[in-house]
T-cell receptor, first 115, second 113 residues
């Protein structure tokens, strides 16, 4: 079955530091990959996505590249802000079997950015 | 504005009670989903529905029930058979193909007293 593994958290950074959150996956076929962000007490918001190998998703300074050879989709940002403090989820979905588009999530990584 | 609404935001349940969580969307999406989130964990699928009057069990359906009588509505009932219902519940919807983006509501936090 599908699975997603995210780096252990929490991650604590100073403002303007470089961010990397690792994500690796196991899936059959050609999954679509997503990063979602969750602010305290809220639902999930789509941050970026990629649907095929070598695609780069980007949004609000965040980037992630779909690497099929390493089954990875690492999230990066060159300079984080305090407002980026949130929980980040890596997720995938694929068209195989009877999944009906079910999202498989990693456990989430808590990011805290200090001024 | 198009979007997904969930109500109530907070819900308290006594032992042995059934409670129903509301999910409404005005995005004209066909597919809708219910996920459960526990602290420090990712989301797990409870139920999903591809079209009106059709729904399927997800990975953790025991103790839950749903209905899909209208395209825009997908209520979730947490029954007394659910032994550990305290969690954050998120509804999502999707259009297009099954690998397209799912959009989430703001969630309902259910606490058992």
């Amino acid at each position: 079955g599908n699975s997603v593994t995210q780096m252990e958290g929490p991650v604590t950074l100073s403002e303007e530091a470089f961010l990397t959150i690792n994500c690796t996956y196991t899936a059959t076929g050609y999954p679509s990959l997503f990063w979602y962000v969750q602010y305290p007490g809220e639902g999930l918001q789509l941050l970026l996505k990629a649907t095929k190998a070598d695609d780069k998703g980007s949004n609000k300074g965040f980037e992630a590249t779909y690497r099929k050879e390493t089954t990875s989709f690492h999230l990066e940002k060159g300079s984080v802000q305090v407002s980026d403090s949130a929980v980040y989820f890596c997720a995938l979905t694929n068209a195989g079997g009877t999944s009906y588009g079910k999202l498989t999530f990693g456990q989430g990584t808590i990011l805290t950015v200090h001024p | 504005d198009g979007g997904i609404t969930q109500s109530p935001k907070y819900l308290f349940r006594k032992e042995g009670q059934n409670v129903t969580l509301s999910c409404e969307q005005n995005l004209n999406h066909d597919a809708m989903y219910w996920y459960r989130q526990d602290p420090g964990q990712g989301l797990r699928l409870i139920y999903y529905s591809q079209i009106v009057n059709d729904f399927q069990k997800g990975d953790i359906a025991e103790g839950y029930s749903v209905s899909r009588e209208k395209k825009e509505s997908f209520p979730l009932t947490v029954t007394s058979a659910q032994k550990n219902p305290t969690a954050f519940y998120l509804c999502a919807s999707r259009t297009g193909t099954i690998t397209d983006t799912q959009y989430f509501g703001p969630g309902t936090r259910l606490t058992v007293l």
